[in-house]
């Protein structure tokens, strides 16, 4: 479980990358792995021909060495040996018994370069690393019964130098990380699009219509979510033409059975139990009509969310108090996010609302509504308390489904069931969240947090 553990803190930053950084690590670690290997095989195929390269060069300047020292009259070999030094950094040293050797490295390079240089000189020639503690390569050969060692500088025999293998490493790299960049950039580019797309229409926007081109993977998806999103908007019309059709057709012959309700010769308390459920019956299809509404497009730029709420509470706080409850409020000022005014008020509305027919205090059968508002980091929180005999924590989630009702509705108050719904729905086209908790010492409260955004005119 440890070795887990250990392995999941060191693959959780990989598991938090996006896609596009995924797709580029991927691909560029591919890449590299790819030209690892490729360089791998380019060593190993040059190797040989590379060892026959420099013992053919090695054993050639040995015999020119060599024979030039024997043609040459005895006066001018100081002289030869002095040139030899100087302009083709060869030295030429006697060499003894006595001298300390080191042999070349033990790989198969080396190994190759010293069998091959044996081949042209013969099996006795010696093939050092250095000698005494003078680095070079050091070659023997003989010259009558005369023993010589001749010196070469290991730079000189060096076919690629290190900075050459290095520059060429880099730039295949680069190249690497490049191939890997604009491949990257061909996936991501229409899963970008579509992402953006999609965030459009789940606010509520008319979503901008894909380009139906591309590659044909590519092509049928953005056709599909073409048609998908050509589909949503012509049904939510449907539904809005369908659900104000219904509207007027029972509101009409509700509105006149109350007339005749109203001129008809029954009790005042029949006549006021029909109106109750005829007013009932009116509520209900407010909601669905206020479901059915789709939300507000979202400002570029944030609404002084305190303003709206001060509008809406003096509003509620008179239809409240006129239905013999109370209201107080508590806004801190200055208040800013990223949603429709109209949307904030259907959002805060349907929270009073509920708030005033399920949340009334078992004491006095009144309801004792408190709307406060204030910033907590990042997110704005909007809070709707009440006193009311509360619902059980089972509950709160069945309560979000649509048409889902708590107990205290089948205490003589109803409605559709929607409230909440509608809440939940207009707060996801912003990014909030609603929550529901219990409110000290008793009743509910409904907690609503918004993104914030900093106030106009400020950096």
């Given at each position: 479980?440890?070795?887990?553990?250990?392995?999941?803190?060191?693959?959780?930053?990989?598991?938090?990358?996006?896609?596009?950084?995924?797709?580029?690590?991927?691909?560029?670690?591919?890449?590299?792995?790819?030209?690892?290997?490729?360089?791998?095989?380019?060593?190993?195929?040059?190797?040989?021909?590379?060892?026959?390269?420099?013992?053919?060069?090695?054993?050639?300047?040995?015999?020119?060495?060599?024979?030039?020292?024997?043609?040459?009259?005895?006066?001018?070999?100081?002289?030869?040996?002095?040139?030899?030094?100087?302009?083709?950094?060869?030295?030429?040293?006697?060499?003894?018994?006595?001298?300390?050797?080191?042999?070349?490295?033990?790989?198969?390079?080396?190994?190759?370069?010293?069998?091959?240089?044996?081949?042209?000189?013969?099996?006795?020639?010696?093939?050092?690393?250095?000698?005494?503690?003078?680095?070079?390569?050091?070659?023997?050969?003989?010259?009558?019964?005369?023993?010589?060692?001749?010196?070469?500088?290991?730079?000189?025999?060096?076919?690629?130098?290190?900075?050459?293998?290095?520059?060429?490493?880099?730039?295949?790299?680069?190249?690497?990380?490049?191939?890997?960049?604009?491949?990257?950039?061909?996936?991501?580019?229409?899963?970008?699009?579509?992402?953006?797309?999609?965030?459009?229409?789940?606010?509520?926007?008319?979503?901008?219509?894909?380009?139906?081109?591309?590659?044909?993977?590519?092509?049928?998806?953005?056709?599909?979510?073409?048609?998908?999103?050509?589909?949503?908007?012509?049904?939510?019309?449907?539904?809005?033409?369908?659900?104000?059709?219904?509207?007027?057709?029972?509101?009409?012959?509700?509105?006149?059975?109350?007339?005749?309700?109203?001129m008809s010769h029954?009790?005042?308390?029949?006549?006021?139990?029909?109106?109750?459920?005829?007013?009932?019956?009116?509520?209900?299809?407010?909601?669905?009509?206020?479901?059915?509404?789709?939300?507000?497009?979202?400002?570029?730029?944030?609404?002084?969310?305190?303003?709206?709420?001060?509008e809406l509470f003096?509003?509620?706080?008179?239809?409240?108090?006129?239905?013999?409850?109370?209201?107080?409020?508590?806004?801190?000022?200055?208040?800013?996010?990223?949603?429709?005014?109209?949307?904030?008020?259907?959002?805060?509305?349907?929270?009073?609302?509920?708030?005033?027919?399920?949340?009334?205090?078992?004491?006095?059968?009144?309801?004792?509504?408190?709307?406060?508002?204030?910033?907590?980091?990042?997110?704005?929180?909007?809070?709707?308390?009440?006193?009311?005999?509360?619902?059980?924590?089972?509950?709160?989630?069945?309560?979000?489904?649509?048409?889902?009702?708590?107990?205290?509705?089948?205490?003589?108050?109803?409605?559709?069931?929607?409230?909440?719904?509608?809440?939940?729905?207009?707060?996801?086209?912003?990014?909030?969240?609603?929550?529901?908790?219990?409110?000290?010492?008793?009743?509910?409260?409904?907690?609503?947090?918004?993104?914030k955004v900093k106030?106009?005119?400020?950096?």
């Open positions: 479980m440890t070795f887990l553990k250990q392995l999941g803190r060191v693959f959780r930053p990989w598991l938090r990358l996006g896609l596009l950084s995924r797709s580029f690590v991927l691909i560029a670690f591919l890449m590299l792995v790819s030209l690892g290997a490729w360089l791998q095989i380019v060593f190993n195929i040059e190797e040989g021909p590379r060892a026959a390269q420099l013992a053919q060069r090695i054993a050639t300047t040995v015999s020119i060495t060599r024979s030039a020292l024997i043609y040459a009259a005895p006066p001018e070999r100081p002289s030869l040996l002095l040139d030899l030094a100087t302009q083709e950094s060869l030295r030429v040293q006697p060499r003894e018994r006595a001298d300390i050797l080191e042999p070349l490295p033990h790989s198969s390079y080396w190994n190759n370069v010293s069998g091959e240089v044996r081949k042209r000189l013969g099996n006795e020639t010696a093939i050092m690393w250095s000698v005494n503690q003078a680095p070079g390569i050091w070659i023997s050969f003989n010259i009558n019964e005369d023993l010589y060692w001749l010196v070469f500088d290991r730079d000189q025999l060096r076919l690629t130098t290190g900075r050459e293998w290095l520059g060429w490493v880099a730039a295949s790299l680069t190249l690497a990380l490049l191939g890997a960049a604009i491949s990257v950039r061909f996936i991501n580019q229409p899963l970008s699009q579509l992402a953006k797309v999609a965030q459009q229409l789940a606010r509520g926007m008319t979503p901008t219509p894909l380009p139906e081109k591309g590659p044909v993977e590519i092509r049928d998806m953005n056709i599909a979510f073409n048609r998908m999103a050509r589909d949503l908007r012509q049904n939510e019309a449907d539904r809005e033409i369908m659900l104000a059709g219904i509207s007027h057709d029972l509101r009409t012959p509700l509105a006149r059975i109350r007339l005749e309700i109203e029954m009790t005042d308390e029949a006549r006021q139990a029909i109106d109750d459920d005829l007013a009932q019956i009116n509520h209900s299809i407010g909601q669905l009509m206020e479901y059915a509404r789709p939300a507000g497009h979202v400002p570029e730029a944030g609404i002084d969310v305190s303003l709206v709420l001060k003096e509003r509620e706080r008179s239809h409240t108090e006129s239905l013999g409850g109370e209201m107080d409020a508590s806004i801190q000022p200055n208040l800013q996010a990223r949603i429709s005014a109209n949307d904030l008020k259907r959002i805060v509305s349907n929270l009073i609302e509920n708030a005033r027919r399920y949340g009334r205090s078992a004491s006095d059968q009144r309801a004792h509504i408190s709307l406060v508002a204030y910033q907590s980091g990042n997110h704005l929180t909007i809070e709707v308390r009440d006193q009311g005999v509360g619902i059980p924590q089972t509950d709160i989630q069945r309560l979000l489904r649509p048409f889902s009702r708590g107990e205290s509705a089948r205490t003589g108050v109803s409605g559709a069931g929607l409230g909440l719904s509608i809440v939940e729905r207009l707060l996801g086209q912003v990014g909030g969240k609603f929550t529901l908790v219990p409110n000290a010492p008793r009743g509910l409260l409904a907690r609503i947090e918004i993104p106030p106009q005119g400020k950096a």
